[in-house]
């Protein structure tokens, strides 16, 4: 396995595209816009103008777009991914999208051939960019075992979830975790402020201990330094929790302080701030 087309070239998908190139992979690329990952054309990776053509030639195929309207798009418009990818390609979508296109994506493709693993990650901009995202995988196990290599370029905790649609049931339970870690944080550091207590202190304080977490660490001192800009946007994030509310209810689970967590950022994504980071919930609180 040489050549990597690679759709979706974005805060996420860019260090990731590196980290392959860095591991001696080919990166066949493809963007709406070329001018936006000119950085890494100059760095190796090989521009297309269509993603038919920068599929066709390659052993797998990765995928991480915004929303699952945009997985559909690439997987199953005329002359894209499904219609174009070489035969036998192992197609990797690592998008966080819904449980049930993961399982279509899979199904359609096992029928025209390919290996079809849905892989979203975890870990943020700083994931991809260190090469340590977690990766969170389903499908036919030896498809993924086979992709190992590619997953440990750019992951360094990777597990096998399950079936087809594994991996993304797998990412909505991450989230749903963020989702009240975060407002956890958030409620903290107002309720800490009102009562004059020294913020950075109190983080120095309490992060390594029972109240600890990888939001505290990564996302309270942006809060502090009014850094809102996205690791992560409110409007992907807004995307997944929708996901995992939809999930939970077929299976008749109401989940309380998801829907609540919901519900706050629909709000900031209201008032215009869907590009900000998820960190920007802290704007919610502050203005109450």
Same mark, same amino acid.
Request: hydrophobic share 40%.
């Given at each position: 396995m040489k050549k990597v087309g690679f759709i979706? /070239?974005?805060? !996420?998908g860019k260090s990731m595209v590196r980290n392959l190139m860095k591991? #001696? +992979? $080919?990166?066949?690329? +493809?963007s709406r816009t070329k001018e936006k990952v000119k950085d890494v054309?100059? #760095?190796?990776a090989i521009f297309h103008d269509s993603i038919r053509d920068c599929v066709k030639d390659c052993d797998a195929v990765i995928t991480i777009v915004g929303y699952p309207k945009d997985v559909e798009e690439v997987y199953f418009n005329?002359?894209?991914?499904?219609?174009?990818?070489?035969?036998g390609a192992y197609l990797i979508d690592m998008t966080t999208s819904s449980p049930?296109?993961?399982?279509?994506?899979?199904? +359609?493709?096992?029928?025209?051939? @390919?290996?079809?693993?849905?892989a979203p /990650?975890?870990?943020?901009?700083?994931?991809?960019?260190?090469?340590?995202?977690?990766?969170?995988?389903?499908?036919?196990? $030896?498809?993924?075992?086979?992709?190992?290599?590619? +997953?440990? &370029? !750019?992951?360094?905790?990777?597990? @096998? =979830?399950?079936?087809?649609?594994?991996? =993304?049931?797998?990412?909505?339970?991450? =989230?749903?975790?963020?989702?009240?870690t975060l407002s956890g944080v958030c409620e903290a550091l107002v309720y800490a402020a009102a009562k004059g207590?020294?913020?950075q202190t109190l983080i120095n304080s309490i992060s390594k201990g029972a109240a600890g977490s990888k939001q505290l660490d990564s996302l309270a001192p942006r809060i502090l330094a009014g850094d809102y800009a996205p690791g992560f946007f409110i409007k992907h994030f807004i995307?997944? !929790?929708?996901?995992? /509310?939809?999930? &939970?209810? #077929?299976?008749?689970?109401?989940?309380?302080?998801?829907? =609540? /967590?919901?519900?706050n950022y629909k709000m900031l994504e209201a008032e215009g701030y869907g590009d900000l980071g998820t960190q920007a919930l802290i704007k919610h609180y502050e203005k109450e």
């Open positions: 979706g /070239v974005g805060i !996420m591991a #001696e +992979f $080919e990166l066949h690329i +493809f054309i100059n #760095e190796g005329k002359n894209n991914i499904l219609d174009s990818a070489k035969p049930k296109l993961a399982d279509k994506i899979y199904r +359609f493709g096992k029928e025209k051939g @390919y290996r079809v693993l849905d /990650v975890t870990g943020g901009d700083t994931g991809a960019k260190t090469g340590t995202l977690s990766i969170l995988a389903g499908g036919d196990i $030896e498809d993924y075992e086979a992709c190992m290599p590619l +997953f440990k &370029a !750019m992951g360094a905790n990777i597990n @096998y =979830q399950g079936k087809a649609g594994c991996g =993304q049931h797998a990412k909505l339970a991450n =989230q749903i975790i963020i989702a009240g207590l020294n913020l995307k997944d !929790m929708k996901l995992a /509310v939809e999930e &939970a209810e #077929e299976c008749g689970l109401y989940l309380e302080i998801l829907n =609540q /967590v919901l519900t």
